[in-house]
């Protein structure tokens, strides 16, 4: 048989192809060639075809067949043939295949071969594809080896060491001895290799940890030398002394002074060291300068080390390159809740950042000016995001809106500058923010009464004309409606009144109606808000019922239902109207449950029940069949009568009862006491807006035990649970996300699924972003209906980014407590 190619000649000839079918045949009539070779137990050329075969294995194509004589190379006594075996069997074997095991015997006969390098390649093997029980048959002689005067063999022991301790951690004891002289050691390769294995052990296991603290000093002075001494060519990296080895010890260092403060006290010298002495014109000193800074905030450090330590990030951000002013800002992100003061010093870098044109350090330097916000700086602050919020990608709008909600709620210096700000991110970005920021916006702008001649000028002026921000045009017909009266008679005081006529605000409201950009939701707000102008106008009453008599045949069944039931005021019930349509009350905000949600349902938008304690006294109705009741939103609902007006007659109010429901009448009708607060509704737009001054639902908190629902790469999700008074078949299950790594989980969407006897509904989530280290959570509400009380089972899916990967996990919850749902 002719004597077989070279690999030079293989590869040379495999380039020469043009097409890929073409290098295909080549490899294909190569492989048979080897194949027939090793049938052959041809020794000579052995080597020569292992070689190729490894080579062909690296371009993708499949090479299993060559097991076995990698083994049989591993067993020759030349040098050449293990080389090439040895590489093999790192290539194309690992601890899933059962043939690896047969390399053991061959591996320990070389761990005691009398050739160093024979031995360096069975050490590299081991450390590389080693299984759990390889290891342990092996690490006796990984031992003594560590413990050897060859430089060459210790630090390859070393890297094996530490893979035989990942791979079996109860060995790890047997190495102690061994590492008590490895920092003594002059050869750089070694003392790397030793702090690579001193860190994996003090990681894994807290005994080793506080055995090792004690070695403290001698690392700092190891340090002290690199740092102190003069040029070395074998160990010079642009100029500065074996960083490689700085890093490792640094991060050390880190792990020993964690939660230690004799530790921490040794290494604050050090640390300042080469904080102030490392070079930062290259790469391989903000390499070092950023392992400082982690080691600083890791330990119990000294302040004035911390304020030097962020001034260290302060000066990365003015770096030209993007990984290292994204490093700084995710670090300053990691310690503003524990040094505010020093992060703040940097504020203007970091809004400088909201500027660049990468849009992950844009991201982070969002999130970063958000967490700096105050109340000394919101002025400022806002200034600037709400310019970022009008020149910033559409996928950041939703962030930055919902963050400046927050801010803007927590700090604001005065309730107009809020009203302000609120309506300029709706006028900027109003397709973006979340369900509640519209009945936010209007509890605000509620409670605030001295502001209300203000805002309605202001939101008249805002929606002339353009009608593209949906949201802001839903609060400027409520608020039209409710205040419509204040700006047709020009009570502004905080800026010049304008001059608007009854009909042109009736032209504002119709222009809305009748737009293309109106969604239904937005239609029904302009409706109810012209039902309720025709108590507030005195002059154009007819042309209101006339409007609202066309909309009674339209074809959006909401809005058909509304038109309908506003005639019947007009016609039946005209009495009762300016009673029914008074302005709505100061509303405080429920805790209960959250902010109240708006749930897309079908395409629709419902409001989410709110459920409060039921008023102490006062009649129930026992019907809740009538149209007028479905303006509330639901069929579970409790009404709550009003007081009557003490000027009407009985018979006035027997009528209003009548028309709320079937009710037990004895006596005279009897009032509901006012109560204190009035709660939210979410979705104002209805006709009893200013109907009742009473909670209309009523919840309780049972007790029920909470569970963990999902626990898993560090994102852990729990349920609390609720059972309503009104309808004991719905169970409220409020989730909580929270995420104990070290990176923020985005875009996080949970997802649940019931059985079909069920019925579920899932509100929107409190945000997108799981925060790192556990500094906060996500929470969202499910509603289930059980009317079968049967056992509650639930299926949830969670998709999420996280390390720039996309995650997504199914899970089964069957551990409901029973209270849940019996």
Known sequence: MPAPIRLRELIRTIRTARTQAEEREMIQKECAAIRSSFREEDNTYRCRNVAKLLYMHMLGYPAHFGQLECLKLIASQKFTDKRIGYLGAMLLLDERQDVHLLMTNCIKNDLNHSTQYVQGLALCTLGCMGSSEMCRDLAGEVEKLLKTSNSYLRKKAALCAVHVIRKVPELMEMFLPATKNLLNEKNHGVLHTSVVLLTEMCERSPDMLAHFRKLVPQLVRILKNLIMSGYSPEHDVSGISDPFLQVRILRLLRILGRNDDDSSEAMNDILAQVATNTETSKNVGNAILYETVLTIMDIKSESGLRVLAINILGRFLLNNDKNIRYVALTSLLKTVQTDHNAVQRHRSTIVDCLKDLDVSIKRRAMELSFALVNGNNIRGMMKELLYFLDSCEPEFKADCASGIFLAAEKY??????????????????????????????????????????????????????????????????????????????????????????????????????????????????????????????????????????????????????????????????????????????????????????????????????????????????????????????????????????????????????????????????????????????????????????????????????????????????????????????????????????????????????????????????????????????????????????????????????????????????????????Q
Not at 573 to 594: C, F, I, Q, W
Not at 668 to 679: F, G, T
């Open 412 to 821: 604001a210096p005065s309730k107009r500058w809020h009203i302000d700000t609120i309506m300029r991110v709706l006028t900027t970005a109003g397709s973006y923010v979340r369900d509640d920021a519209v009945p936010n916006l209007i509890q605000l702008i509620t409670n605030s009464v001295e502001m209300h001649a203000y805002t309605v000028q202001r939101l008249y002026k805002a929606i002339l004309g353009d009608y593209s921000q949906q949201p802001l045009v839903q609060v400027a017909a409520w608020c039209i409606g409710e205040y419509g009266d204040l700006l047709v008679s020009g009570q502004c005081e905080e800026e010049e009144p304008i001059q608007v006529t009854e009909d042109e605000v009736l032209d504002i409201l119709e222009s809305v109606l009748i737009s293309n950009m109106s969604t239904s939701v937005t239609r029904g707000y302009a409706l109810t808000a012209i039902m309720k102008l025709s108590t507030r106008f005195t002059c154009t009453v007819n042309r209101i019922k006339k409007v609202v008599s066309i909309y009674g045949s339209s074809i959006d069944v909401e809005l058909q239902q509304r038109a309908v039931e506003y005639n019947a005021l007009f016609k039946k019930y005209d009495h009762m109207r300016s009673a029914l349509l008074e302005r709505m009350p100061v509303m405080e905000k429920v805790t209960t449950n959250g902010p109240t949600e708006i749930v897309q349902t079908n395409g629709e938008t419902e409001p989410a029940p709110l459920e409060t304690k039921p008023p102490p006294s006062g009649p129930q109705p026992t019907s809740q069949a009538n149209d007028l009741l479905d303006l509330l939103g639901g069929n579970d609902i409790t009404p709550v009568i009003p007081t009557a007006p003490t000027s009407k007659p009985a018979s006035a109010g027997g009528e209003l009862l009548d028309l709320l429901g079937d009710i037990n009448l004895t006596g005279a009708p009897a009032a509901a006491p006012a109560p204190a607060s009035v709660p939210q509704i979410s979705q104002p737009p209805f006709l009893l807006d200013g109907l009742s001054s009473q909670p209309l639902f009523n919840d309780i908190a049972t007790g029920i035990p909470s569970i963990t629902a999902y626990s898993k790469n560090g994102l852990k999700i729990e349920f609390t649970f609720e059972r309503s008074n009104t309808n004991p078949s719905v169970t409220v299950i409020t989730i909580q996300a929270s995420n104990s790594t070290e990176l923020d989980m985005t875009d996080f969407v949970f997802q649940a699924a019931v059985p079909k006897t069920f019925q579920l509904q899932l509100l929107s989530p409190s945000s997108s972003i799981v925060p790192a280290f556990n500094t906060g959570t996500i929470t969202q509400v499910i509603k289930v209906l059980n009317p079968q009380k049967q056992q509650l089972r639930m299926r949830i899916k969670l998709t999420y980014n996280h390390k720039g990967s996309a995650m997504q996990d199914l899970a089964e919850v069957n551990n409901f407590p029973p209270q849940s749902w």
